[in-house]
């Protein structure tokens, strides 16, 4: 009873229930709920919830490593997006590069940038001809909106039996 399996079907078997936070009854389950308690919700008088495993990670309650804080028991972490900006990023540039001359292709790697030829257009803006200097160096862009932040991952049903054997406490 309390146990939370990763079981590899499509269904969850009798005797359990999926790990979706959904709320019971707390008289048709009172062993259970003495285990749970409100740990993952409920009001305590008549319902509690069970763990809501769905796009979560479960981690190892206690003592975390050193530098990290503690994790106690029903308590989440973490975020499904975070918005990635200049200051998250390595220090680094991008030097750009010019010459006094005429393009001669269109193709900017290994080349600098090059005085148009006219007539030419944008086609033929670059070279690796000619001495270059630097001309600057690239800023910041993006659009700091969040993005994903996941592992890889795979896609099992999470469990917890509602039967079985009371566990022992130590």
Known sequence: M???RLFAGSFVPSGW???TGQLLPITQNTPLFALLGTTFGGDGRTTFALPDLRDRTPVHVGQGNPGRRDTVVGEPGGASQVA???QHLPAHT???RGTGA???T???SGASWAVAQQGRARRDQYTTAGPTVGIGATGPSGGAQPHTNRSPYLGVTAMIALDGVFP???
Do not use: D, Q, W
Request: proline content about 14%; charged content about 15%; aromatic content about 0%.
């Open 106 to 108: 269109g193709n900017p």
């Open 102 to 104: 005429r393009g001669t």
């Open 168 to 170: 022992t406490r130590p």
């Open 2 to 4: 309390g146990e939370v």
């Open 94 to 96: 991008h030097a750009v």
């Open 84 to 86: 990635l900006s200049p």
């Open 17 to 19: 229930a999926a790990c």
